[in-house]
Nanobody, 123 residues
Framework: QVQLVESGGGLVQAGGSLRLSCAAS????????MGWFRQAPGKEREFVAV????????YYADSVKGRFTISRDNAKDTVYLQMNNLKPEDTAVYYC????????????????WGQGTQVTVSS
């Protein structure tokens, strides 16, 4: 069974930075996608950034392009999300997701999820 363990959330002022980590275990996929979604109160879970483990291609939501960077450590099977120039509208619970064959930007097509980590950006 796939396990995803996230860390790195917290409270930061607008303009600040945070780095999220998500470590995967318990899977045997050789090809998969792993990345981040977020959910603010009263809103649907939305795509943030995802990485193809096969070729390293990164996908970003328009709202985070130029501010967030997704990266990986193959040896640790861990994905990171470096978040710079954070804005109050980035406040949400951030979830790590993994799937061998998702529709990259569609949350409900991912079958494995982490527990979520809160990111709060104050103005």
């Amino acid at each position: 069974q796939v396990q995803l363990v996230e860390s790195g959330g917290g409270l930061v002022q607008a303009g600040g930075s945070l780095r999220l980590s998500c470590a995967a275990s318990g899977h045997t996929f050789s090809k998969y996608f792993m990345g981040w979604f977020r959910q603010a109160p009263g809103k649907e879970r939305e795509f943030v950034a995802v990485l193809s483990w096969t070729n390293g291609r990164a996908y970003y939501a328009d709202s985070v392009k130029g501010r967030f960077t997704i990266s990986r450590d193959n040896a640790k099977d861990t994905v990171y999300l470096q978040m710079n120039n954070l804005k109050p509208e980035d406040t949400a619970v951030y979830y790590c997701a993994l799937d061998p064959s998702p529709v990259v930007t569609i949350a409900k097509t991912y079958r494995s999820w982490g527990q979520g980590t809160q990111v709060t950006v104050s103005s």
